[in-house]
Nanobody, 125 residues
Framework: QVQLVESGGGLVQVGGSLRLSCAHS????????MGWFRQAPGKGREFVAA????????LYADSVKGRFTVSRDNAENTVYLQMNSLEPEDTAIYYC??????????????????WGQGTQVTVSS
């Protein structure tokens, strides 16, 4: 079984930055592609970014492209989401997710096998 624990959320002003972390345990981290999703109040879960097992391939939602960067450290079993130029519309609970043994990254949340509990990000204006 895989456990995912997010951290790094908080309150930030418009234009600020945050870095989210997601610690992976229970299985071999490098077997998994990792994704970040978010859910704002009253809205459905939305894809944010994904990264393949080695970090050589990434995928972003159009709404965050150029502002957010996903990365991973396989030695530390951790995936990161660097968020810059934050906007009020980025306010949400952010979740990391893991998908085992994949060749192609996906934006579909139903294709991920494991999920963390989420971390709140609030961008104030």
């Amino acid at each position: 079984q895989v456990q995912l624990v997010e951290s790094g959320g908080g309150l930030v002003q418009v234009g600020g930055s945050l870095r989210l972390s997601c610690a992976h345990s229970g299985r071999t981290f490098s077997n998994y592609a990792m994704g970040w999703f978010r859910q704002a109040p009253g809205k459905g879960r939305e894809f944010v970014a994904a990264i393949n097992w080695s970090g050589s391939s990434t995928l972003y939602a159009d709404s965050v492209k150029g502002r957010f960067t996903v990365s991973r450290d396989n030695a530390e079993n951790t995936v990161y989401l660097q968020m810059n130029s934050l906007e009020p519309e980025d306010t949400a609970i952010y979740y990391c997710a893991a998908r085992e043994f994949v060749l192609k990254l996906t934006m579909r949340d139903d294709e991920y096998d494991y999920w963390g509990q989420g971390t709140q990000v609030t961008v104030s204006s």
